[in-house]
């Protein structure tokens, strides 16, 4: 039996079927937590921006689609900031914390004054409420973007840090990487349901609006000190540059050299040392 909690990171034991699998379990549940928390927000969003918020239904789901494309869009700023510094478990670590602030302000931006708007009698005319405030305003939509913003560096890293675990020497280990990842998809499917479909417009139709970001503030916040705590059961790998930086090397190195002059020998045009190859392989500045 594999004594991992006396070993270094760099000694992992990475052939300890039952250490890769605890770790995955924890490192898959920051996936889980954040897309219980992101559907849950998102299946009672357009209800919230009418009603509470007293926009219109253009502008609510003019606000949603955009809310929501950000949320996909971060991702790749996450993968950057994994690869060129912080490393993903870093990564993951400072988005938990991320996304669970954001949840507890989306949480009092619906339920506690002076943040939450006022409330108002939908029998009425829209033009006999009285309109939120500008601040309120800004409080909830900074902390549906903080959410987003959050969520690139899970969505980078997760699916990432999980396939470290395993080593891809040990053929033994690819029908644990498949059954890894079967699991993963089904674990998708269920959170999707319960989080759109089923459970949370459930809760604010029962117990109101606060509910909807307590439960999964309170999710995130568990997950994110379960996985701190399972430190010494992850494979770390250190970052090794990310290729937009890579990319982006390319394109000032050429534009600095448009006005060169092409060699007669094209072979001259190719560097195969050992040193540029390391940097073609590992983006190693």
């Given amino acids: 039996m594999c004594n991992f909690l006396n070993m270094s990171r760099r000694d992992h034991p990475r052939s300890c079927l039952h250490v890769i699998r605890m770790a995955c379990l924890v490192i898959s549940a920051c996936e889980v937590a954040e897309r219980v928390a992101y559907y849950a927000i998102s299946s009672t969003l357009t209800v919230y921006l009418t009603t ?7 502008e609510a789901a003019k606000n949603y689609i955009i809310w929501a494309g950000t949320t996909f869009l971060t991702p790749i700023i996450g993968a950057f900031v994994a690869d060129a510094f912080l490393s993903r478990y870093w990564t993951i670590v400072w988005s938990m914390i991320i996304y669970f602030l954001a949840l507890v ?11 939450k708007p006022p409330t108002c009698d939908h029998h009425l005319l829209p033009t006999m409420c009285d309109k939120p405030s500008v601040p309120q305003r800004v409080f909830f939509y900074g902390s549906l973007y903080l959410m987003a913003f959050g969520a690139g560096g899970i969505k980078a890293c997760v699916t990432a840090f999980s396939a470290d675990q395993f080593d891809d020497t040990d053929h033994g280990q690819n029908h644990e990487r498949v059954s890894f990842m079967n699991w993963w998809c089904f674990s998708l499917s269920v959170e999707r349901i319960m989080g759109s ?89």
């Fill in 52 to 58: 509470v918020l007293q926009e219109t239904e253009a």
């Fill in 197 to 285: 479909v089923a459970f949370f417009p459930w809760v604010q139709e029962q117990y109101g609006w606060v509910w909807v970001g307590a439960i999964p503030a309170g999710i995130v916040g568990f997950v994110t000190l379960s996985f701190i705590f399972a430190h010494p059961l992850y494979y770390h790998q250190s970052p090794s540059g990310s290729a937009f930086t890579r990319v982006l090397q390319i394109l000032v190195a050429a534009f600095e050299k448009r006005n060169l002059e092409l060699q007669p020998d094209l072979r001259e045009l190719f560097d195969l040392s050992p040193y540029y190859s390391e940097v073609s392989i590992y983006g190693v500045a």
């Fill in 105 to 115: 302000c989306v949480t009092v931006s619906m339920s506690f004054e002076p943040f």
